[in-house]
């Protein structure tokens, strides 16, 4: 009896220091006793060698670290500290990255050894001035863990490994996807309005192609005009990234309404009629039409009474001029007092010229998509300044670009349109909440000035 009582005694007192044993471990971090046990516990998505983006499986709303060496929300502050690096900064202007990490005081076998660590998945002369990096040293100064991020969504991670050499691996940041929308009154122009709002060129652009089958913007534009637009921005630590699709957008206008709703990676309009027709409106993205089609117009340098067979768009010399309906290229070439001119052959007996181009792109024989650059804008053949001459012919003879009968996509199919419908209704609903949420808070904004 006595010696079970003392076996009992004896397996407590173990159990014991046991517990200790562990408790003690974890709560002064067992990384800040052995820091080489420290592990990478960003949630970065690691990926070896070639360019992959994110997946879009990932659930985009999970935010992204602050950086490679950021720790989970749950580990203590000791260990945070314990992996800030021990110098940072961008590579500057008119610098490499061996004159940098020179500066930062690593000897230069070390640099030798990163670079050829590094040569196989990031080349360092391609470094650029805003590249951003990160040194880890290890006690004796030598180096022993260096980040090179050269865009805000990437970094190459080297580590020292046991042969004395470096580990480097690639780590894909997942961006924060936020969803914004904007309700906004033109006071002069598209652009204008949206900058305005808060946002850049890009999403002007963006807005400008999902109507280009539709809108003129050289044109129809008038003060009063309304657009809103629902919109997907991506982050990384609030800093803006890039934007993502544009989810639904409108344009109500004194000339028209239209809408769209992006689906099934196309725009629809509100009935589920795809927005993507035969032709574009516009060869060009920024230019001012010049010179309407007529039947009857002076001729500026042959300084007589003419017919115009198509629209001039002046432009800067170089702009890009595009194919406004895919097509094969018939003619690439000097034609008269077209010079250098395209011609694209469409369905139907639709023929398109672009001329007085600086630069031909598309070759003869070729087959080139809507939107597709086939050009550049100059002024070769008889011309006054640079401009594109575009012209649409129906089996040889020449139409007026702006009124030609314009070929819609095919419809959903009943199945997909209830779905449509079903993602219109939730984006309408978004679009609601989002802008009386951005009317709320510019009412607490003036709330809080003073009187
Ligand atoms: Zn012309």
């Not at 974890?26 to 970065?44: A, H, L, M, R, V």
Request: some cysteine.
């Amino acid at each position: 009896m006595n010696l079970i009582n003392k076996y009992v005694q004896l397996i407590c007192i173990v159990l014991f220091i046991a517990v200790s044993a562990v408790f003690l471990s974890s709560s002064i971090g067992i990384s800040s006793i052995f820091p080489s046990f420290e592990k990478d516990t960003t949630k970065t998505k690691i990926v070896d060698g070639n360019l992959t983006e994110s997946p879009a499986s990932v659930p985009a709303t999970e935010p992204f670290p602050s950086d490679s060496t950021a720790v989970d929300k749950a580990s203590t502050e000791k260990i945070t500290m314990d992996v800030a690096p021990d110098i940072q900064g961008t590579i500057g202007k008119n610098n490499t990255v061996y004159g940098k990490l020179i500066s930062c005081g690593l000897s230069p076998t070390q640099i030798l050894n990163l670079t050829q660590a590094f040569n196989k998945t990031f080349d360092f002369r391609a470094a650029a001035p805003d590249d951003r990096f990160q040194i880890f040293l290890a006690g004796n100064n030598q180096l022993k863990k260096f980040i090179y991020s050269p865009d805000p969504l990437r970094e190459y991670v080297a580590e020292r490994n046991e042969t004395g050499g470096f580990t480097v691996s690639r780590h894909d940041l997942i961006p924060e996807k936020k969803i914004e929308a904007m309700e906004i009154s033109l006071e002069s122009s598209l652009s204008q309005a949206i900058l305005n709002g808060g946002e850049k060129q890009r999403l002007v652009d963006q807005f400008v192609n999902i109507f280009s089958w539709d809108i003129d913007f050289f044109l129809f534009p008038r003060k009063g005009d309304r657009i809103t637009v629902l919109y997907e921005k991506y982050f990384k630590d609030d800093t803006f990234i890039k934007y993502g699709d544009i989810l639904a957008a409108k344009y109500a206008g004194e000339n028209g309404t239209f809408s769209s709703f992006f689906f099934d990676g196309g725009y629809y309009d509100e009935q589920g009629h795809p927005l993507r027709k035969m032709f574009l409106r516009l060869p060009l993205k920024f230019g001012v039409k010049t010179s309407d089609y007529s039947i009857r117009r002076f001729h500026p340098v042959k300084k007589k009474y003419k017919r115009h067979n198509g629209i001039d768009y002046g432009a800067k010399m170089g702009t890009t001029i595009f194919a406004t309906a895919n097509g094969k290229v018939i003619f690439s070439g000097w034609k008269g007092g077209y010079g250098k001119t395209i011609v694209l052959q469409h369905p139907n007996g639709y023929q398109t010229y672009y001329a007085h181009c600086s630069k031909l792109i598309a070759k003869k024989g070729q087959f080139v998509d809507q939107g597709e650059t086939i050009a550049k804008v100059g002024m070769t053949g008889i011309v006054t300044g640079p401009h594109v001459h575009y012209e649409v012919r129906i089996k040889g003879k020449p139409v007026n670009p702006s009124t030609i009968k314009n070929f819609k996509g095919t419809p959903l199919s009943p199945q997909k349109l209830e779905k449509f419908r079903a993602t219109v209704q939730s984006r309408l609903l978004l679009v609601e909440e989002k802008t009386r949420l951005n009317s709320k808070e510019e009412k607490l904004v003036l709330a809080d000035t003073p009187e």
